[in-house]
């Protein structure tokens, strides 16, 4: 049995955990910078970078203390290499980097999107590849068949906005305040997901992509007519966005779905009706189910570290000039999607 450090540093949470090959969590820690960054409405980067270099050693030590372990106890060091804001990756390479050197331990650079992508292993023990998977985060929007460790088929991705980039701006729009995601849920609670009439882009096209840009613009013409509540707004969004998850999930269990389970993974699987909704589909795929706690579904330093135990397993290590990448998709082989911006 291996014990991994896990480090992760990539947008706004600062986060070390333990966690053995086996899938136990010995210890995790998480520092949130949501004061820093709640008077700009958004993560401002440099701020975040500075926060990552002032909280990341006291999460390190605490995680150890709490796992009364020390560094020499650790069989290897992992750390979110990209992608992500670079200035804050690089925080958390570059510390794992001197910890590895000076402890003796193998470096493993691990893509934050593989950190979300396996989390439901660490969840769930028993879910074995291939599964489904929806990455629903801040800056992704994917649908991918896992196969493997570092073997992942992109089968959608989004032309435009993710899905947390969206509920984040309706959240500004509608000022629910900062993070959006989860206000937006919470004001959603008293609505009515029928009040506002709203679009649902690229639901029924063939290839499963996504794009949100035409919802965010009709939610903002929503409420700038004055005509409705801003809790049916939210909930009319949220329920416009599940409609567009579900459509284009479906569309890929049907692409490709000899797949043991449907999973999904990111911070808008924090989502009480995304959740309800895509357990709905699996079974009427007959298919499992799995959703991470939803700690484990916002960014978390365990996932980074269970990504580094099944490549540890591998024995897929990493050298100690291995650089920071601001982006890093999972599927470099997935075809470019026309529309597609800058998201990966
Ligand atoms: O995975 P994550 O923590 O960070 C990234 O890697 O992006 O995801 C953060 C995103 C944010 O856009 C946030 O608004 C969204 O996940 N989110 C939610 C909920 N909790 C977090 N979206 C909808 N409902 C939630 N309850
Ligand atoms: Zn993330």
């Given at each position: 049995?291996?014990?991994?450090?896990?480090?992760?540093?990539?947008?706004?949470?600062?986060?070390?955990?333990?966690?053995?090959?086996?899938?136990?969590?010995?210890?995790?820690?998480?520092?949130?910078?949501?004061e820093e960054h709640r008077p700009y409405g958004g993560v401002v980067p440099?701020?975040?970078?500075?926060?990552?270099?002032?909280?990341?050693?006291?999460?390190?030590?605490?995680?150890?203390?709490?796992?009364?372990?020390?560094?020499?106890?650790?069989?290897?060091?992992?750390?979110?290499?990209?992608?992500?804001?670079?200035?804050?990756?690089?925080?958390?390479?570059?510390?794992?980097?001197?910890?590895?050197?000076?402890?003796?331990?193998?470096?493993?650079?691990?893509?934050?999107?593989?950190?979300?992508?396996?989390?439901?292993?660490?969840?769930?023990?028993?879910?074995?590849?291939?599964?489904?998977?929806?990455?629903?985060?801040?800056?992704?929007?994917?649908?991918?068949k896992v196969e493997g460790v570092g073997r992942y088929k992109r089968l959608?991705?989004?032309?435009?906005?993710?899905?947390?980039?969206?509920?984040?701006?309706?959240?500004?729009?509608?000022?629910?305040?900062?993070?959006?995601?989860?206000?937006?849920?919470?004001?959603?609670?008293?609505?009515?997901?029928?009040?506002?009439?709203?679009?649902?882009?690229?639901?029924?096209?063939?290839?499963?992509?996504?794009?949100?840009?035409?919802?965010?613009?009709?939610?903002?013409?929503?409420?700038?007519?004055?005509?409705?509540?801003?809790?049916?707004?939210?909930?009319?969004?949220?329920?416009?966005?599940?409609?567009?998850?579900?459509?284009?999930?479906?569309?890929?269990?049907?692409?490709?779905?000899?797949?043991?389970?449907?999973?999904?993974?990111g911070g808008v699987a924090a989502n009480a009706s995304v959740r309800a909704?895509?357990?709905?589909?699996?079974?009427?795929?007959?298919?499992?189910?799995?959703?991470?706690?939803?700690?484990?579904?916002?960014?978390?330093?365990?996932?980074?570290?269970?990504?580094?135990?099944?490549?540890?397993?591998?024995?897929?290590?990493?050298?100690?000039?291995?650089?920071?990448?601001?982006?890093?998709?999972?599927?470099?082989?997935?075809?470019?999607?026309?529309?597609?911006?800058?998201?990966?």
């Amino acid at each position: 049995m291996a014990i991994i450090l896990g480090i992760e540093s990539s947008c706004d949470e600062t986060a070390a955990a333990l966690v053995s090959s086996d899938g136990r969590i010995l210890a995790h820690r998480l520092a949130t910078q949501e004061e820093e960054h709640r008077p700009y409405g958004g993560v401002v980067p440099e701020l975040a970078a500075r926060a990552h270099v002032e909280k990341l050693g006291p999460l390190i030590e605490g995680a150890l203390a709490d796992a009364e372990l020390s560094l020499a106890d650790v069989d290897a060091i992992a750390a979110t290499a990209g992608p992500g804001l670079i200035g804050g990756v690089i925080v958390g390479l570059v510390t794992a980097k001197a910890l590895a050197h000076g402890a003796g331990k193998p470096l493993i650079a691990v893509n934050h999107l593989e950190g979300h992508a396996l989390s439901p292993r660490l969840a769930d023990q028993t879910l074995a590849y291939p599964y489904m998977l929806l990455l629903v985060s801040g800056g992704h929007c994917q649908i991918l068949k896992v196969e493997g460790v570092g073997r992942y088929k992109r089968l959608a991705t989004t032309i435009d906005d993710a899905a947390g980039e969206a509920f984040d701006k309706t959240a500004k729009l509608l000022k629910l305040g900062f993070p959006g995601g989860p206000a937006v849920e919470k004001a959603a609670r008293t609505g009515d997901p029928k009040a506002v009439p709203l679009p649902r882009p690229l639901v029924g096209t063939s290839e499963p992509h996504f794009s949100f840009a035409g919802l965010k613009s009709a939610v903002m013409r929503a409420a700038q007519s004055g005509q409705y509540k801003p809790e049916d707004i939210a909930a009319s969004f949220q329920q416009a966005v599940v409609d567009c998850l579900i459509d284009r999930t479906k569309r890929a269990l049907q692409a490709s779905g000899d797949v043991t389970a449907l999973v999904v993974a990111g911070g808008v699987a924090a989502n009480a009706s995304v959740r309800a909704a895509l357990e709905k589909l699996a079974g009427e795929h007959k298919l499992g189910f799995v959703a991470p706690p939803l700690w484990l579904c916002t960014d978390n330093a365990a996932m980074i570290g269970w990504a580094g135990a099944e490549r540890f397993a591998l024995g897929l290590t990493d050298p100690l000039d291995v650089m920071a990448r601001p982006r890093w998709p999972l599927d470099p082989d997935a075809d470019k999607v026309r529309g597609a911006g800058v998201k990966a």
